[in-house]
T-cell receptor, first 114, second 112 residues
């Protein structure tokens, strides 16, 4: 399977703990995006990378959130000191470098904060 | 800020009938409009997209229309089938922003 893959699929943790998610994009895609989706809502943009450069961050991305893509391939999203409101599906997507290219999503990581 | 509004939030149609979902966007710089289908517990899947240089695009039973002047775009599904049941999201992207703004989704149910 050469689609976008995310790991883990599910994460349950206690409030206050740190969590890290991983995304592996489609191999030829230079752009990688992170979204958050809560029940009954559309995905909300968090941040995106072109190669290893993080080019945009949403106001939704508090200082507890950090994302990296050190070698321009896979990316990690870390949430520090998790809160109840962080419970959501975290989706990763990738696309070719050019504007207006289709974004292909992974299956997401579902985060539940106890 | 940028916003995409979508309606209806739920839609129930008889199998074989047509379904229409409508969206409006606020950012006049938006020039790419994808539509995603999301089944329960699964990833959003791109089903069709349209760029601002065309007004309509068709792919078998699915069609999208775009009115840039009014900042409206719509998804039309004809001859609906049970497997069309899902949540559908419209979205808009501007070339200057490179991020997609999604609508809040339409839950489509096909009645047998």
């Amino acid at each position: 399977d050469t689609g976008v893959s995310q790991d883990p699929r599910h994460k349950i943790t206690k409030r206050g703990q740190n969590v890290t998610f991983r995304c592996d994009p489609i191999s030829e895609h230079n752009r990688l995006y992170w979204y958050r989706q809560t029940l009954g809502q559309g995905p909300e943009f968090l941040t995106y990378f072109q190669n290893e450069a993080q080019l945009e961050k949403s106001r939704l991305l508090s200082d507890r959130f950090s994302a990296e893509r050190p070698k321009g391939s896979f990316s990690t999203l870390e949430i520090q000191r998790t809160e109840q409101g962080d419970s959501a599906m975290y989706l990763c997507a990738s696309s070719l470098e050019y504007s207006n290219q289709p974004q292909h999503f992974g299956d997401g990581t579902r985060l539940s904060i106890l | 800020g940028e916003n995409v509004e979508q309606h209806p939030s739920t839609l129930s149609v008889q199998e074989g009938d047509s379904a229409v979902i409508k969206c409006t966007y606020s950012d006049s710089a938006s020039n790419y409009f994808p539509w995603y289908k999301q089944e329960l517990g699964k990833r959003p899947q791109l089903i069709i997209d349209i760029r601002s240089n065309v007004g309509e695009k068709k792919d078998q039973r699915i069609a999208v229309t775009l009115n840039k002047t009014a900042k409206h775009f719509s998804l039309h599904i004809t001859e609906t089938q049970p497997e069309d049941s899902a949540v559908y999201f419209c979205a808009a992207e501007s070339s200057s922003a490179s991020k997609i703004i999604f609508g809040s989704g339409t839950r489509l149910s096909i009645r047998p």
